[in-house]
Protein backbone atom coordinates (compact mmCIF):
# COMPACT_ATOMS: atom_id res chain seq x y z
CA UNK A 1 0.00 0.00 0.00
CA UNK A 2 1.12 3.54 -0.79
CA UNK A 3 0.95 5.33 2.40
CA UNK A 4 3.16 8.55 0.55
CA UNK A 5 2.63 12.45 1.46
CA UNK A 6 3.92 15.22 0.81
CA UNK A 7 4.34 18.02 3.86
CA UNK A 8 6.02 20.81 3.52
CA UNK A 9 7.85 19.57 0.34
CA UNK A 10 8.85 16.39 1.80
CA UNK A 11 8.25 13.44 0.46
CA UNK A 12 7.16 11.26 3.61
CA UNK A 13 6.83 7.76 3.38
CA UNK A 14 3.45 8.17 5.43
CA UNK A 15 1.96 10.77 7.09
CA UNK A 16 2.49 9.70 11.08
CA UNK A 17 5.25 12.10 12.64
CA UNK A 18 6.31 12.29 16.45
CA UNK A 19 5.04 15.20 17.65
CA UNK A 20 7.24 18.03 19.64
CA UNK A 21 7.32 16.15 23.08
CA UNK A 22 9.69 14.96 25.82
CA UNK A 23 10.73 11.83 23.66
CA UNK A 24 13.10 13.65 21.67
CA UNK A 25 15.25 14.44 25.11
CA UNK A 26 16.09 10.94 24.83
CA UNK A 27 18.11 9.73 22.03
CA UNK A 28 17.78 6.08 22.40
CA UNK A 29 13.86 6.84 22.22
CA UNK A 30 14.34 9.09 19.04
CA UNK A 31 15.74 5.85 17.65
CA UNK A 32 13.18 3.99 18.86
CA UNK A 33 10.63 5.74 16.84
CA UNK A 34 12.75 5.44 13.91
CA UNK A 35 12.61 2.09 14.08
CA UNK A 36 9.07 1.85 14.90
CA UNK A 37 8.31 3.74 11.69
CA UNK A 38 8.13 7.40 12.18
CA UNK A 39 8.03 9.18 9.04
CA UNK A 40 9.44 12.90 10.42
CA UNK A 41 10.07 14.03 14.13
CA UNK A 42 9.08 17.29 15.63
CA UNK A 43 11.48 18.51 18.31
CA UNK A 44 9.91 20.33 21.40
CA UNK A 45 10.12 23.87 21.47
CA UNK A 46 12.71 26.55 22.45
CA UNK A 47 10.86 29.46 24.13
CA UNK A 48 11.48 33.52 23.20
CA UNK A 49 11.75 33.85 27.36
CA UNK A 50 14.50 31.66 26.82
CA UNK A 51 16.42 33.10 24.07
CA UNK A 52 15.63 36.81 25.82
CA UNK A 53 16.90 35.36 29.10
CA UNK A 54 20.05 34.43 27.72
CA UNK A 55 20.69 37.41 25.90
CA UNK A 56 19.69 40.23 29.04
CA UNK A 57 20.66 37.62 31.97
CA UNK A 58 24.69 38.93 32.17
CA UNK A 59 23.12 42.59 31.44
CA UNK A 60 20.94 42.55 34.14
CA UNK A 61 23.39 40.93 36.85
CA UNK A 62 26.26 43.77 35.60
CA UNK A 63 22.82 46.42 36.23
CA UNK A 64 21.87 45.39 39.10
CA UNK A 65 24.91 43.34 40.85
CA UNK A 66 24.03 45.05 44.12
CA UNK A 67 20.22 44.85 44.54
CA UNK A 68 18.45 43.31 46.83
CA UNK A 69 18.68 39.46 46.54
CA UNK A 70 14.59 39.37 45.60
CA UNK A 71 15.67 41.32 42.49
CA UNK A 72 16.64 37.68 40.84
CA UNK A 73 13.20 36.73 40.44
CA UNK A 74 12.19 39.47 38.07
CA UNK A 75 13.38 36.82 35.14
CA UNK A 76 12.23 33.61 34.66
CA UNK A 77 15.19 30.80 36.46
CA UNK A 78 16.99 28.97 33.69
CA UNK A 79 15.74 25.98 35.58
CA UNK A 80 12.62 26.09 34.01
CA UNK A 81 13.37 25.08 31.26
CA UNK A 82 14.62 21.55 30.41
CA UNK A 83 17.74 23.23 27.27
CA UNK A 84 19.11 26.42 27.35
CA UNK A 85 19.46 28.17 23.50
CA UNK A 86 22.62 26.64 22.95
CA UNK A 87 22.07 22.86 24.05
CA UNK A 88 18.59 23.33 22.46
CA UNK A 89 21.06 23.77 18.73
CA UNK A 90 22.94 21.28 20.17
CA UNK A 91 20.04 18.72 20.93
CA UNK A 92 18.98 19.47 16.84
CA UNK A 93 22.04 18.44 16.19
CA UNK A 94 22.54 14.73 17.86
CA UNK A 95 18.07 13.97 16.89
CA UNK A 96 19.41 14.77 13.10
CA UNK A 97 22.69 12.58 13.11
CA UNK A 98 20.33 10.33 14.91
CA UNK A 99 17.80 9.15 12.40
CA UNK A 100 17.12 9.34 7.93
CA UNK A 101 14.11 11.01 8.61
CA UNK A 102 13.56 14.71 8.34
CA UNK A 103 13.60 16.66 11.99
CA UNK A 104 11.47 19.38 12.33
CA UNK A 105 12.48 22.60 14.87
CA UNK A 106 10.16 25.00 16.85
CA UNK A 107 10.29 28.02 18.15
CA UNK A 108 7.25 28.95 20.74
CA UNK A 109 6.33 32.99 21.04
CA UNK A 110 4.69 35.64 20.71
CA UNK A 111 6.25 38.85 19.49
CA UNK A 112 8.43 40.19 16.34
CA UNK A 113 11.71 40.42 17.63
CA UNK A 114 15.69 39.27 18.14
CA UNK A 115 14.72 35.91 19.35
CA UNK A 116 13.45 35.83 15.88
CA UNK A 117 17.39 34.92 14.33
CA UNK A 118 17.45 31.55 16.24
CA UNK A 119 15.85 30.28 12.92
CA UNK A 120 18.53 30.83 11.28
CA UNK A 121 20.93 28.64 13.90
CA UNK A 122 18.12 26.22 14.04
CA UNK A 123 18.98 25.89 10.32
CA UNK A 124 22.55 25.54 10.65
CA UNK A 125 22.19 23.21 13.19
CA UNK A 126 20.73 20.85 10.54
CA UNK A 127 17.03 21.15 11.10
CA UNK A 128 14.91 20.67 7.64
CA UNK A 129 11.82 22.65 9.03
CA UNK A 130 10.65 24.71 11.52
CA UNK A 131 7.54 24.83 13.16
CA UNK A 132 6.24 28.41 14.97
CA UNK A 133 4.06 27.95 17.72
CA UNK A 134 1.92 30.65 18.68
CA UNK A 135 0.82 30.33 21.79
CA UNK A 136 -0.91 33.05 23.28
CA UNK A 137 -3.66 33.49 25.33
CA UNK A 138 -5.56 37.05 24.02
CA UNK A 139 -6.37 38.45 27.54
CA UNK A 140 -5.92 42.31 27.04
CA UNK A 141 -9.39 43.40 26.54
CA UNK A 142 -7.68 46.36 24.42
CA UNK A 143 -6.89 43.99 22.01
CA UNK A 144 -8.76 43.71 19.07
CA UNK A 145 -8.91 40.19 16.94
CA UNK A 146 -7.19 42.04 13.64
CA UNK A 147 -4.16 43.28 15.54
CA UNK A 148 -3.81 39.87 17.32
CA UNK A 149 -4.29 38.57 13.85
CA UNK A 150 -1.04 40.61 12.39
CA UNK A 151 1.06 40.39 15.13
CA UNK A 152 1.09 36.92 14.20
CA UNK A 153 1.14 37.52 10.46
CA UNK A 154 4.24 39.86 11.18
CA UNK A 155 5.95 37.21 12.91
CA UNK A 156 5.49 34.80 10.52
CA UNK A 157 6.46 37.30 7.11
CA UNK A 158 9.61 38.18 9.96
CA UNK A 159 10.37 34.96 10.12
CA UNK A 160 10.33 33.38 6.72
CA UNK A 161 12.94 36.35 5.91
CA UNK A 162 15.41 34.85 8.12
CA UNK A 163 15.70 31.42 6.84
CA UNK A 164 15.27 28.99 4.27
CA UNK A 165 13.71 26.25 6.15
CA UNK A 166 10.20 25.58 5.56
CA UNK A 167 7.93 27.23 8.29
CA UNK A 168 4.57 25.89 9.83
CA UNK A 169 2.58 27.61 11.46
CA UNK A 170 1.21 25.63 15.15
CA UNK A 171 -2.32 27.53 15.28
CA UNK A 172 -4.88 27.71 18.33
CA UNK A 173 -8.79 27.27 17.15
CA UNK A 174 -9.54 30.60 18.75
CA UNK A 175 -9.23 32.92 16.29
CA UNK A 176 -12.55 34.41 14.63
CA UNK A 177 -12.33 33.61 10.92
CA UNK A 178 -9.93 31.31 10.57
CA UNK A 179 -9.84 30.45 6.77
CA UNK A 180 -9.38 34.27 6.01
CA UNK A 181 -6.17 34.32 8.68
CA UNK A 182 -4.98 31.19 7.27
CA UNK A 183 -4.79 33.09 3.80
CA UNK A 184 -3.14 36.00 5.39
CA UNK A 185 -0.65 33.60 6.96
CA UNK A 186 0.32 31.72 3.31
CA UNK A 187 0.35 35.29 1.99
CA UNK A 188 3.55 35.95 4.65
CA UNK A 189 5.36 32.60 3.91
CA UNK A 190 4.07 29.97 5.71
CA UNK A 191 4.77 26.47 3.89
CA UNK A 192 2.00 24.66 6.78
CA UNK A 193 -0.74 24.62 9.29
CA UNK A 194 -0.81 22.72 11.93
CA UNK A 195 -4.29 22.15 13.98
CA UNK A 196 -4.44 22.85 17.18
CA UNK A 197 -1.78 23.74 19.92
CA UNK A 198 -3.51 22.31 23.28
CA UNK A 199 -4.05 25.39 25.12
CA UNK A 200 -2.63 24.35 29.05
CA UNK A 201 -5.77 24.54 31.01
CA UNK A 202 -5.46 25.69 34.83
CA UNK A 203 -7.40 24.43 37.93
CA UNK A 204 -7.65 26.31 41.14
CA UNK A 205 -5.94 24.19 43.95
CA UNK A 206 -9.19 25.47 46.69
CA UNK A 207 -7.06 23.41 49.30
CA UNK A 208 -3.64 25.95 48.92
CA UNK A 209 -5.81 28.62 46.94
CA UNK A 210 -3.52 29.03 43.78
CA UNK A 211 -3.59 28.05 40.56
CA UNK A 212 -3.10 24.27 39.96
CA UNK A 213 -0.45 23.39 37.39
CA UNK A 214 -2.16 20.58 35.11
CA UNK A 215 -1.29 19.14 31.49
CA UNK A 216 -3.44 16.12 30.60
CA UNK A 217 -2.70 14.02 28.03
CA UNK A 218 -4.91 14.42 25.04
CA UNK A 219 -8.14 11.66 23.65
CA UNK A 220 -9.75 10.90 20.74
CA UNK A 221 -12.25 12.88 21.99
CA UNK A 222 -9.99 16.45 20.89
CA UNK A 223 -10.18 14.94 17.56
CA UNK A 224 -13.62 16.25 16.32
CA UNK A 225 -12.85 20.02 16.41
CA UNK A 226 -9.62 19.55 14.90
CA UNK A 227 -11.63 17.67 12.07
CA UNK A 228 -13.86 20.07 11.53
CA UNK A 229 -11.39 22.95 10.78
CA UNK A 230 -9.29 20.35 8.29
CA UNK A 231 -12.10 19.83 6.51
CA UNK A 232 -12.97 23.90 5.66
CA UNK A 233 -9.21 24.51 5.18
CA UNK A 234 -8.28 21.41 3.18
CA UNK A 235 -8.64 22.35 -0.70
CA UNK A 236 -8.87 26.07 0.47
CA UNK A 237 -5.65 26.96 0.68
CA UNK A 238 -2.22 26.04 -1.12
CA UNK A 239 -0.56 25.35 2.29
CA UNK A 240 0.65 21.69 3.94
CA UNK A 241 -2.22 20.73 6.62
CA UNK A 242 -0.88 19.18 9.76
CA UNK A 243 -3.09 17.90 12.52
CA UNK A 244 -1.51 17.67 15.92
CA UNK A 245 -4.14 16.24 19.34
CA UNK A 246 -6.52 13.49 19.51
CA UNK A 247 -4.43 10.90 16.94
CA UNK A 248 -4.19 8.03 19.37
CA UNK A 249 -5.54 5.01 16.83
CA UNK A 250 -5.21 4.45 12.76
CA UNK A 251 -8.86 5.14 12.68
CA UNK A 252 -7.87 8.32 13.89
CA UNK A 253 -5.39 9.47 11.63
CA UNK A 254 -7.97 7.97 8.51
CA UNK A 255 -10.30 10.78 9.75
CA UNK A 256 -7.58 13.04 9.38
CA UNK A 257 -6.49 12.19 6.18
CA UNK A 258 -9.83 12.42 4.85
CA UNK A 259 -10.78 15.76 6.37
CA UNK A 260 -7.75 16.90 4.76
CA UNK A 261 -4.51 16.40 6.80
CA UNK A 262 -0.63 15.76 4.83
CA UNK A 263 0.98 15.09 8.28
CA UNK A 264 -0.46 13.76 11.60
CA UNK A 265 1.26 14.31 14.26
CA UNK A 266 1.27 11.60 17.50
CA UNK A 267 2.44 12.40 21.05
CA UNK A 268 0.14 11.29 24.24
CA UNK A 269 -0.25 7.87 22.60
CA UNK A 270 3.78 7.24 22.26
CA UNK A 271 3.91 8.86 26.07
CA UNK A 272 1.11 6.63 27.00
CA UNK A 273 1.84 2.98 24.55
CA UNK A 274 5.71 3.94 24.13
CA UNK A 275 6.78 4.80 20.51
CA UNK A 276 6.17 1.52 18.90
CA UNK A 277 2.45 3.42 19.12
CA UNK A 278 3.61 4.90 15.80
CA UNK A 279 4.32 2.12 13.77
CA UNK A 280 0.63 0.59 14.84
CA UNK A 281 -1.11 3.12 13.93
CA UNK A 282 0.51 3.37 10.56
CA UNK A 283 0.21 -0.19 10.21
CA UNK A 284 -3.64 0.09 11.04
CA UNK A 285 -3.80 2.80 8.23
CA UNK A 286 -2.42 0.83 5.73
CA UNK A 287 -4.60 -2.71 6.62
CA UNK A 288 -7.82 0.02 6.46
CA UNK A 289 -7.00 0.96 3.08
CA UNK A 290 -6.50 -2.25 1.51
CA UNK A 291 -9.07 -3.72 3.46
CA UNK A 292 -11.35 -1.13 1.56
CA UNK A 293 -9.55 -1.10 -1.72
CA UNK A 294 -7.65 1.98 -1.63
CA UNK A 295 -5.05 2.07 -4.16
CA UNK A 296 -2.60 4.94 -2.11
CA UNK A 297 -3.68 7.18 0.95
CA UNK A 298 -3.72 9.85 -1.85
CA UNK A 299 -6.80 8.77 -2.61
CA UNK A 300 -8.46 9.25 0.76
CA UNK A 301 -6.89 12.76 1.22
CA UNK A 302 -9.32 15.28 1.49
CA UNK A 303 -12.19 13.00 0.15
CA UNK A 304 -14.06 14.10 3.04
CA UNK A 305 -13.66 17.82 3.39
CA UNK A 306 -15.50 20.77 2.71
CA UNK A 307 -14.22 21.91 -1.10
CA UNK A 308 -16.73 20.05 -2.92
CA UNK A 309 -18.98 22.14 -1.08
CA UNK A 310 -20.54 25.34 -3.03
CA UNK A 311 -21.23 26.96 0.55
CA UNK A 312 -19.31 25.07 3.32
CA UNK A 313 -20.62 27.56 6.32
CA UNK A 314 -24.43 26.52 4.97
CA UNK A 315 -23.27 22.54 5.28
CA UNK A 316 -21.97 23.02 8.39
CA UNK A 317 -25.42 24.95 9.30
CA UNK A 318 -27.25 22.16 8.16
CA UNK A 319 -25.14 19.53 10.15
CA UNK A 320 -25.88 21.53 13.35
CA UNK A 321 -29.58 21.54 12.98
CA UNK A 322 -30.15 18.05 12.15
CA UNK A 323 -27.71 17.16 14.75
CA UNK A 324 -29.83 19.04 17.68
CA UNK A 325 -33.11 18.35 16.21
CA UNK A 326 -32.53 14.74 16.06
CA UNK A 327 -30.93 14.81 19.59
CA UNK A 328 -33.37 12.14 22.17
CA UNK A 329 -35.46 10.38 18.52
Known amino acids: MDLSTKYLGFELKHPVMLGASPIVNDLDQVKLAEDAGVSAIVMNSLFEEQIEHERTAQEYAEAHGESFAEAQSYLPSTKEYLLGPDAYLDRVRKVKSAVGVPVIGS ?5 VSGWLDYAKLIEQAGADALELNVYRVASDVAETGASAEKRVVDMVAALTQKTKLPVAVK ?43 KLELSSSSELLLRLRW ?25 KAVMAGAHGVQVVSAALKRGVSAI ?13 HEY ?7 GSMNLSRSPNPELYE ?13
Open 171 to 213: LSPFYTALPNFAQQLVAAGAKGLVLFNRFYQPDIDLNELEVAL
Open 230 to 254: LAILSGRVDVSLGLSGGVHTAEDAL
Open 107 to 111: LNGTT
Open 317 to 329: RGNYIRILQSYGR
Open 295 to 301: ESLAQAQ
Open 279 to 291: GEIRSGVAKWLTQ
